[in-house]
């Protein structure tokens, strides 16, 4: 837990009823907590949206989103231990044309859709062609 405060006496003071509720608390900046919450929304808010049209793309084909729960609770257990940059897996990475075309043709024209696969590919193979 972080906590910010306008003064070094109210960031005292919120330190030490959060340390009534955890054990892991400490004080933050204004940009630091800021730049928590931005992250939160990429891990958490827009990471759930995907789940939201995975659910959509699977019950649209007669298919259930409990078949994605061993793969989402598998990754979840390792980005506790590991890197998520250590973790990217999948068609984008190894630049697998093939399968981004086939993937692209079952999204059945949906160019909203289209427009976000092709985004995140992109974000993928070029974020890890800088870390190479």
């Known amino acids: 837990m972080m906590v910010e405060g306008s003064n070094m006496e109210t960031s005292n003071t919120l330190l030490s009823l959060a340390h009534t509720i955890s054990d892991n608390v400490r004080i933050v ?4 907590r800021q730049s928590l919450h931005l992250a939160a929304v990429f891990a958490h808010n827009f990471t759930n949206h995907m789940y939201v049209i995975a659910e959509k793309i699977l019950t649209d084909k007669g298919l259930k989103f409990g078949d ?7 990754h979840i257990a390792n980005v506790q231990q590991l890197s998520p940059a250590t973790l990217q897996t999948g068609p984008a990475i190894r630049h697998d044309s093939t399968t981004i075309d086939t993937h692209l043709q079952l999204l059945d024209g949906n160019d909203d ?10 974000a993928i193979q070029l974020w890890h062609k800088e870390k190479e």
Do not use: N, W
Not at 29 to 32: I, L, V, Y
Not at 113 to 122: D, F, K, N, R
């Open 68 to 74: 994605l729960r061993p793969l989402i609770a598998a």
């Open 113 to 122: 859709l289209e427009q976000l696969y092709l985004a995140m590919t992109e």
């Open 29 to 32: 900046a204004e940009k630091q």
